[in-house]
């Protein structure tokens, strides 16, 4: 454990790598699916989705499944196949039913490789302590992912979790806009930003994405894969 409280992994970099022929790349991987779906499997092939909601291939079964809160874009578990032992956790009341692992603020556990920690997230259209933002680690790979918010002075101390990826709103409507999703990619020092929640009503809008600032930003349209690797 380190000084924060969270599991201390080694951290490599990320980008988008492509395999040389006859090559194979053992990485992570992320797939983005739209609004603020995603699906990571990590290098031993253990699959993380979070914010389940988005059309896509969710053939493969879960390993974890993080639910930032309880509207319906964010929470449709019942899209998933959970392996045996599968843990799904959420902010509070977010998923229906028997055995959600419900997560307060700064609660955190591990599954598998995957280290998480539930962080604050809130703004007008979004009550505190309803939904949660969630840092994850695996492979050394630290990643942030916001959840629906706005920016909070508490995302000023974020950068001493070593964020390598931040997935950050920037729909300007229901979250933050680009500008302010741009200030809080400055606050918490990520390395990467993948803009997520793009779009007031659709799954993804090009020209929000595009405007998020930062280091680096990789804008990610439904269906795009990039490989997280050392």
């Not at 959420?90 to 995957?114: I, N, Y």
């Not at 993948?194 to 600032?213: E, M």
């Amino acid at each position: 454990m380190n000084s924060t409280g969270f599991l201390a992994l080694p951290v490599f970099t990320i980008g988008c790598m492509a395999a040389a022929p006859g090559q194979s790349v053992q990485a992570a991987e992320l797939v983005y699916f739209g609004r603020s779906t995603v699906k990571i499997r990590t290098a031993s092939g253990f699959v993380l989705y979070i914010d389940p909601y988005a059309p896509g291939d969710y053939s493969e079964p879960a390993d974890l499944v993080l639910v930032t809160h309880g509207h319906g874009d964010h929470n449709r578990v019942d899209l998933l196949k959970l392996k045996v032992g599968a843990v799904l956790a959420s902010a509070p009341g977010a998923v229906p039913g028997k055995g959600v692992r419900f997560l307060a603020e700064g609660d955190e556990f591990k599954a598998g490789p995957v280290s998480v920690r539930a962080l604050p997230a809130s703004n007008k259209n979004h009550r505190r302590g309803e939904t949660l933002g969630f840092l994850v680690a695996f492979d050394g790979i630290v990643m942030y992912h916001a959840s629906d918010t706005s920016w909070l002075p508490e995302m000023e101390g974020f950068s001493k979790y070593g964020i390598d990826y931040a997935l950050l709103p920037c729909d300007g409507f229901y979250n933050m806009g680009p500008d302010e999703a741009s200030k809080c990619a400055a606050a918490v020092k990520t390395r990467v930003v993948i803009p997520i929640h793009s779009s007031k009503t659709d799954l993804f809008d090009a020209g929000n994405a595009r405007a998020v600032r930062g280091s680096e930003v990789i804008v990610m349209a439904p269906g795009q894969k990039t490989l997280l690797h050392p």
